[in-house]
């Protein structure tokens, strides 16, 4: 059983505190009445001297005995989750090697259960995705074929060629949907942990600009994302801004109270009031007629959303304008 625990008795951690409080407590009136009951027979150098080493080394066991039935399992765990979160399957196959008190073998156990199920749950919707993509590509691209063909049937009326124009438009469209839904589930899974700074990765953005130009702003300071994941972020919100007509995109990196953020800008004609409760919503486009799926901005906010990060509009820019939130955490370079 994913995360099992071994039966068998543990204390419970009201025991194991309840004790570690009465030795600090009863330790030091003890040694000095041992210390006065000693000193008789030892004299009162050698007395303290046993009593200290004797107290030095109640306080050592004491050491061990908290760190592996507390701090032990507690940091074991907290590295389980680690490995939980780049994707390590034996990370919840495998139970801890010692959970100390009871409470912490029940809290390891069910923690590790849910990390299985929850992975388990991921791995059953990718598959479900691939299977249903898979499968609905074959009869689209029938349709698609066969729509082709009749365009260049004969005899066919105004009227019925913009049917079948709309037959071969919808199934292109969903042929895109379709990539695009795979795309998500990758996403969801994907591993792009990392740190990358802007100055390192303007160049490699310039074919995504299609004429606009980039300003960067705090070029040297590290976003927690990985080369990889950043180019798929900024390369989707680079392209939606070449397709609305922009000619700038501004890239600002800053490292705050909240955490790094990273303030995506162009000079287009921006997001209308009404859209901005839905510009991250799956399918939700003002593009469609160009081929647009309305995934784009749904793409950007999964990935980042499984890497602890959230983006949002920028109220305050001219034109189109994202915020994009790392939170600070103990491992972050810039904390």
Do not use: C
Request: glycine share 14%; proline share 5%.
């Amino acid at each position: 059983m994913p995360g099992g625990v071994i039966r068998k008795w543990r204390p419970s951690l009201g025991l194991v505190l309840g004790g570690a409080l009465a030795f600090t407590l009863a330790a030091p009136p003890a040694g000095v009445l041992v210390t006065y009951w000693l000193s008789p027979g030892l004299g009162f150098r050698n007395a303290a001297l046993l009593v200290t080493a004797a107290v030095v080394l109640g306080t050592a066991v004491l050491g061990i005995l908290l760190w592996r039935l507390i701090l032990g399992p507690v940091t074991a765990l907290t590295e389980r989750a680690e490995a939980l979160g780049r994707g390590e399957r034996r990370a919840f196959l495998e139970p801890l090697r010692h959970y100390g008190t009871r409470e912490m073998g029940e809290l390891g156990s069910r923690v590790l259960d849910m990390a299985g199920q929850l992975q388990g749950r991921e791995a059953t919707v990718r598959s479900f995705t691939d299977h249903v993509t898979h499968e609905l590509k074959t009869p689209i691209a029938a349709i698609r074929g066969a729509a082709e063909m009749l365009e260049e049937a004969e005899g066919l009326g105004d009227q019925d060629r913009r049917l079948v124009a709309t037959v071969v438009a919808s199934a292109g469209r969903m042929d895109r949907l379709l990539t695009e839904l795979r795309r998500v589930a990758v996403l969801r899974e994907a591993d792009f942990r990392g740190v990358t700074r802007l100055a390192e990765e303007a160049e490699a953005l310039r074919p995504d600009l299609a004429g606009l130009s980039l300003e960067v702003e705090g070029g040297t300071v590290p976003l927690p994302l990985s080369r990889e994941g950043l180019r798929i972020v900024l390369g989707q919100l680079i392209g939606n801004a070449a397709g609305v007509g922009a000619t700038r995109v501004r890239l600002r990196a800053r490292a705050g109270d909240p955490g790094t953020v990273l303030t995506v800008e162009d000079d287009g004609p921006g997001i209308a009031p009404g859209d901005r409760t839905r510009i991250f919503d799956p399918f939700f486009t003002t593009r469609r007629e160009a081929g647009g799926t309305g995934m784009g901005l749904h793409i950007v906010r999964t990935l980042l959303d499984a890497h602890g990060a959230s983006i949002e509009i920028d109220e305050a820019g001219d034109g189109a304008a994202f915020r994009l939130i790392f939170p600070r955490t103990a491992g972050d370079p810039a904390a």
